[in-house]
């Protein structure tokens, strides 16, 4: 069935930093993919929506400039969270979908830890 | 968009089977209903979809209501490792004509043992 692999799975880095985070489709090509964040006991919020070749689009209440989206080619999405506070601190997920079947599939999750 | 509502929590005993309800009145003709599962610390994991007929596979049945303004997962018999967080999601035509999955509270279960 379709992988999704997110890297790296967990990440630590000093406030004020960047940090960039890696969604590959493994074994199918995805033109789109979805960013999640997920806060401890919460449900999963829907950041953005990664384009292939073209700008994300953004949930309301998401700052773009803040969370950034490059989907530079069919099989990676990458997310840069920029200049990281410790409100950042969260659980973030990738998913997307293999144009062969229904579902979607989400990749393992990056939690990350700013301090 | 079109909204899941699930009960925060339910408990079930091993091996017995489970029912997990999900409320989805606003559903749109042509909204299919997915089940997901999440494990602590991981991603979600497909579990099962429909559309309008009740529908069977190694994880779960889901059994759609005639109205589609509901539905129910059925764990025939649940197991230490089924405890879990589980979504019902209509999945979402967005503006752009991107479906996306719009996450509801989800039910977490617990199995006891």
């Known amino acids: 069935g379709a992988v999704v692999s997110q890297h790296p799975s967990r990440v630590i880095c000093k406030s004020g930093t960047s940090v960039k985070i890696e969604c590959r489709s493994l074994d199918f090509q995805a033109t789109t993919m979805f960013w999640y964040r997920q806060f401890p006991k919460q449900s999963l919020m829907l950041m953005a929506t990664?384009?292939?070749?073209?700008?994300?689009?953004?949930e309301q209440g998401v700052e773009k400039d803040k969370f950034l989206i490059n989907h530079a080619s069919l099989t990676l999405s990458t997310l840069t969270v920029t200049s990281a506070h410790p409100e950042d601190s969260s659980f973030y997920i990738c998913?997307?979908?293999?144009?062969?079947?229904?579902?979607?599939?989400f990749g393992s999750g990056t939690r990350l830890t700013v301090v | 968009d079109a909204k899941t509502t699930q009960p925060n929590s339910m408990e079930s005993n091993e091996e017995e089977p489970v029912h997990l309800p999900c409320n989805h009145s606003t559903i749109s003709g042509t909204d299919y209903i997915h089940w997901y599962r999440q494990l602590p610390s991981q991603g979600p994991e497909y579990v099962i979809h429909?559309?309008?007929s009740n529908v069977n596979n190694r994880m779960a049945s889901l059994a759609i209501a005639e109205d589609r303004k509901s539905s129910t997962l059925i764990l025939h018999r649940a197991t230490l490792r089924d405890a879990a967080v589980y979504y019902c999601?209509?999945?979402?035509?967005?503006?752009?004509?991107?479906?996306?999955?719009?996450f509801g509270t989800g039910t977490r279960l617990k199995v006891l043992a």
């Open positions: 990664s384009n292939e070749g073209s700008k994300a689009t953004y």
């Open positions: 429909g559309l309008t």
């Open positions: 998913s997307a979908r293999d144009f062969g079947q229904e579902r979607y599939t």
């Open positions: 999601i209509l999945r979402d035509r967005g503006t752009s004509g991107t479906y996306k999955y719009i």
